[in-house]
């Protein structure tokens, strides 16, 4: 099965609907699927559940969904930082809920929802505010906190390069979330730098399986 | 002994003569990242961005700069010979598994069990964010503070409980400050080092029970 290809990253977002769980690639600017973001915020949809490593930078992509109060929930781990203001602004308003998870167990909850698992215990985040609630368990004399898995209607990613098959190659550090961000969601779009035919991608350099990646989004910008 | 207490560069480069050749060490945001202007590029060190990468090289400058690589503090980085890349599931693997040899990070506290506070203050109106704070504090084989030993007005950050909410428990084996290098051990804490302080002089700003072992060579 080939993945769909898609110039208008409009159209690439367009069923993505209010309500819907989106999880959102990126570390800083690697990996940060840019035009796809902006298309979600000409999209409209509104309650929106994000997981995203940060909360949004600036006045624009994730932050200004962010501040359109359209975003109902946030699954993050950093969202505090010296450009986060309009998160900063809604949190104290109350207008968002947040759900602060530590960095790799953000990463294996969302890799846990792709793989099939129903939660894993974890070391992290034992004994810590981050864990009032949850179950927990000593495995091996050390304790443990239950986290659950993280799926998503959609993810947004970014790649390097994309065959026609929807395989996948990253490149450097923007490799970050995408892999996995890509497993965890019902559809996944990605935009790349470049597609290339069937057949031209070594099988050996593929990182994420074309099995994963419903819609790709050639975009000029992804060009560095 | 030193006659002087440390710089924060004199810090950096006490921590770094305790990393042991050919570990794989991650150096955490701030303060900690000076650690790697003091590693002998004999060392054979290989530093873990926990964004996805082994075999950090040091910050980029100009031409070098890839908007593609950066380290955890998103600030543009190089890569080295060797270096490998990976997403955010296996990093933190490689660290919760048990692989990294050694983490360094700041701290707002520290008690004498080795519980760790350094993710957020806990004051009503403060923004919460922890990144990869507790996932490196308790997914390294030892974890290793560098901090000033006292806050800006006075108060010692070693101490018998934290007061902020905790990063992880029983994590840290040694603190290395401006007047000491403490270990955390089983029963309490040993000082191994003194900077231009007497032990009856770290004694009276630190209010745990502190022993004496500065003495003994640690091999």
Same mark, same amino acid.
């Given at each position: 099965?080939?993945?769909?290809?898609? =110039?208008?990253?409009?159209?690439?977002?367009?069923?993505?609907?209010?309500?819907?769980?989106?999880?959102?690639?990126?570390?800083?600017?690697?990996?940060?699927?840019?035009?796809?973001?902006?298309?979600?915020?000409?999209?409209?949809?509104?309650?929106?559940?994000?997981?995203?490593?940060?909360?949004?930078?600036?006045?624009?992509?994730?932050?200004?969904?962010?501040?359109?109060?359209?975003?109902?929930?946030?699954?993050?781990?950093?969202?505090?930082?010296?450009?986060?203001?309009?998160?900063?602004?809604?949190?104290?308003?109350?207008?968002?809920?947040?759900?602060?998870?530590?960095?790799?167990?953000?990463?294996?909850?969302?890799?846990?929802?792709?793989?099939?698992?129903?939660?894993?215990?974890?070391?992290?985040?034992?004994g810590?505010?981050?864990?009032?609630?949850?179950?927990?368990?000593?495995?091996?004399?050390?304790?443990?906190?239950?986290?659950?898995?993280?799926?998503?209607?959609?993810?947004?990613?970014?790649?390097?390069?994309?065959?026609?098959?929807?395989?996948?190659?990253?490149?450097?550090?923007?490799?970050?979330?995408?892999?996995?961000?890509?497993?965890?969601?019902?559809?996944?779009?990605?935009?790349?730098?470049?597609?290339?035919?069937?057949?031209?991608?070594?099988?050996?350099?593929?990182? =994420?399986?074309?099995?994963?990646?419903?819609?790709?989004?050639?975009?000029?910008? =992804?060009?560095? | 002994?030193?006659?002087?207490?440390?710089?924060?560069?004199?810090?950096?480069?006490?921590?770094?003569?305790?990393?042991?050749?050919?570990?794989?060490?991650?150096?955490?945001?701030?303060?900690?990242?000076?650690?790697?202007?003091?590693?002998?590029?004999?060392?054979?060190?290989?530093?873990?961005?926990?964004?996805?990468?082994?075999?950090?090289?040091?910050?980029?400058?100009?031409?070098?700069?890839?908007?593609?690589?950066?380290?955890?503090?998103?600030?543009?980085?190089?890569?080295?010979?060797?270096?490998?890349?990976?997403?955010?599931?296996?990093?933190?693997?490689?660290?919760?598994?048990?692989?990294?040899?050694?983490?360094?990070?700041?701290?707002?506290q520290v008690s004498a069990n080795g519980d760790l506070?350094?993710?957020?203050?806990?004051?009503?109106?403060?923004?919460?964010?922890?990144?990869?704070?507790?996932?490196?504090?308790?997914?390294?084989?030892?974890?290793?503070?560098?901090?000033?030993?006292?806050?800006?007005?006075?108060?010692?950050?070693l101490v018998g409980e934290c007061?902020?909410?905790v990063?992880g428990v029983g994590c840290v084996s040694?603190i290395?400050?401006?007047?000491?290098?403490f270990?955390i051990e089983k029963d309490g804490v040993?000082?191994?080092?003194?900077?231009?302080?007497?032990?009856?002089?770290?004694?009276?700003?630190?209010?745990v029970p502190?022993?004496?072992?500065?003495?003994?060579?640690?091999?």
């Open positions: 099965m080939t993945a769909r290809v898609v =110039t208008d990253p409009d159209a690439a977002v367009a069923d993505i609907g209010s309500g819907a769980t989106v999880l959102i690639g990126g570390f800083g600017v690697a990996g940060q699927p840019v035009e796809l973001i902006e298309a979600l915020v000409r999209n409209g949809a509104e309650a929106l559940t994000v997981a995203s490593n940060n909360a949004g930078n600036g006045d624009e992509g994730l932050a200004a969904l962010v501040g359109q109060k359209r975003v109902r929930r946030i699954v993050c781990s950093f969202p505090r930082q010296s450009d986060s203001w309009c998160f900063d602004e809604r949190y104290r308003a109350g207008d968002i809920e947040l759900d602060l998870v530590p960095q790799g167990n953000l990463a294996e909850r969302i890799r846990a929802g792709g793989a099939g698992i129903g939660g894993f215990f974890t070391p992290v985040g034992y810590t505010q981050l864990a009032e609630g949850k179950e927990t368990r000593i495995i091996d004399g050390v304790g443990h906190v239950l986290e659950e898995p993280i799926k998503a209607d959609f993810a947004l990613i970014k790649a390097d390069t994309a065959d026609e098959a929807g395989n996948l190659t990253f490149r450097k550090t923007a490799r970050n979330f995408g892999p996995i961000m890509a497993t965890a969601a019902h559809h996944t779009i990605v935009q790349v730098r470049e597609v290339v035919p069937i057949g031209a991608m070594d099988p050996e350099v593929v990182v =994420t399986p074309g099995i994963h990646v419903s819609t790709i989004v050639p975009t000029e910008a =992804t060009q560095r | 002994m030193n006659d002087q207490v440390l710089s924060k560069e004199q810090i950096a480069e006490r921590v770094a003569k305790d990393i042991p050749r050919g570990a794989f060490v991650n150096l955490g945001i701030g303060q900690p990242t000076k650690v790697s202007n003091y590693l002998g590029a004999d060392s054979d060190i290989v530093l873990h961005t926990e964004n996805g990468m082994l075999g950090m090289g040091a910050e980029a400058h100009g031409d070098d700069i890839d908007p593609d690589l950066i380290n955890a503090g998103k600030i543009p980085v190089t890569e080295l010979p060797g270096a490998a890349y990976f997403h955010h599931a296996d990093s933190f693997a490689m660290m919760r598994g048990g692989h990294l040899d050694t983490c360094v990070l700041g701290a707002y506070a350094n993710w957020h203050t806990g004051e009503p109106d403060a923004i919460p964010a922890v990144g990869g704070a507790m996932d490196l504090a308790i997914g390294a084989k030892e974890t290793l503070v560098m901090m000033s030993l006292q806050t800006k007005d006075g108060r010692c950050k007061t902020y909410p990063t040694r290395y400050t401006e007047r000491a290098v270990v040993a000082v191994r080092d003194l900077f231009g302080t007497t032990m009856t002089e770290l004694e009276s700003i630190v209010g502190l022993r004496d072992a500065t003495s003994e060579r640690v091999a």
